[in-house]
């Protein structure tokens, strides 16, 4: 995966844009998205039905994928089978 590639899920109505890629597996819902989204949706895995959110990033523990969530779905992003989490904004630096 390139930064730039949009993602599609091919069991709900989620769509991703890579921000920074990675050689693994980017799932939702538990099957792996596609360039192209497919014309009958699969079955979505209930262990992986927490939804996923318009404009928050996803992010591995270790920081080496970042997706940006450009359309919401049912299904939850995954990497390798491992759930991604939102990533955490950045605090503002306090003013005295």
Do not use: H, N, Q
């Amino acid at each position: 995966m390139k930064p730039g590639t949009k993602l599609k899920s091919a069991v709900c109505d989620t769509e991703v844009m890579v921000i920074k890629g990675g050689a693994a597996m980017v799932s939702c819902g538990g099957a792996p998205m596609v360039d192209t989204r497919p014309a009958e949706l699969l079955a979505i895995d209930p262990a992986f039905a927490a939804g996923s959110k318009i404009g928050k990033r996803y992010v591995d523990a270790a920081g080496t994928v970042e997706l940006l969530c450009v359309k919401p779905g049912r299904g939850s992003l995954s990497l390798d089978g491992v759930a991604l989490s939102t990533k955490d904004a950045k605090p503002l630096p306090s003013s005295d």
